[in-house]
């Protein structure tokens, strides 16, 4: 049996088209994924993003645990509220998830993990916690009286739609700057997201996360499903578990080196792995020259050997297909290369990993 989110009524209230996405009874659309993909470059839309687990990590032990169990180093973390996304590696240096880590105050941090790795995550950190014998409570903020819905806001128009409807954050969230949460009343709001766009993402009591989802439709919020997430995150050149990057991946050839603090002293979990086999694949994006459509698992075929697309569809801010793939070292930006589609070798330029920010192509 599907899970279902806080919001499942809402989406079906709304004529959205269900599908199974890892588990979970998620939105694909609600009539058109162009118009959805649009209305978060050009004006606003929302999603929700229920599924994903929070989790309060909260003890004495708490930062300690958290340097050891993620490449990326939460020592950056200086001021309340901050956010860092990184990492989280097995032994042998694959990512078992990516995730953000909200720095709350010294005994309190905030990880927001990814839906289908939330048993795998949980269970894993618990084992760490035995292993090294650390103070540290971990609490999924997924069932129970803590239970939280969470519904992203994203694009040109979304923070002003969102103080419409929620006029008592306007004062304490205006100044925030990107990649900051803080908690007010009954609502945690972070200026993160996955489109390559401004706006919030707003955690509410599950209680009370239909009752926000509403008030934002009546700001005129346009509710946007999987189909648009996934379209707007690859122009936005951000990866997606389960399919840029999973447990036989390294970071560093998922374009995710810079989520790894390789220069210091601290040890973390799959760094020895990291350092001993370093990096042997770039992640860099195509954009196709001719006609077709780029797909996962596609061959791309370059002057240092082949590659493979980990990421692909055709991009509605650019009007042609564009994707994210692992190609040799060597193989330099601008290049032409050619992608097997059926049979046939199509042209593509090698462009940075991005390709769209705030509405305006960058390649």
Known sequence: MLKTTVLNAAHRRLGARMVDFGGWDMPLH???QIEEHHAVRR?????????????????????????????????????PGKALYGVMLNEAGGV????IVYYL???????????GTTDKDLAWMAE???????????????????????????GPQAKARVWQALPEIEAVTRPLGRFFGVQIGQFFVATTGYTGEDGFEIMVPAG?????????????????????????????????????????VSPLDAGLGWTVDLKSERDFVGKAALLAKGQTWQFLGLKLLDKGVLRAHQKVHTAQGEGEITSGSFSPTLETAIAL??????????????????GKRLTAQVTPPAFVRHGKGLV
């Open 325 to 342: 793939a692992r190609l040799p070292l060597g193989v330099a930006i601008g290049e032409h290369v050619q992608v097997d589609i059926r």
């Open 208 to 248: 009370k996360a239909e009752a926000l989802w509403n008030a934002l439709l009546t700001t005129g919020v346009k509710p946007c499903g999987l189909g648009a997430r996934d379209t707007l995150r690859l122009e936005a050149g951000m990866n997606l578990y389960g399919q840029d990057m999973d447990e036989s």
């Open 43 to 79: 004006d606003c839309g929302m999603f929700d993003v229920s599924h994903m687990c929070a989790v309060d990590a909260v003890g004495p032990d708490v930062k300690p645990f958290l340097l050891r169990l993620i490449a990326n180093d939460v020592n950056k973390l200086q001021r």
């Open 30 to 32: 609600y009539g058109s």
């Open 105 to 115: 105050t010294d005994t309190h941090y905030r990880l927001v993990i990814n839906a």
């Open 96 to 99: 078992l998830d990516d995730l």
């Open 128 to 154: 760490r916690l035995g292993e090294w014998r650390l103070d540290v409570t971990l609490t999924p903020l997924r069932m129970g009286p803590k239970a939280v819905g969470m519904i992203a806001v994203q």
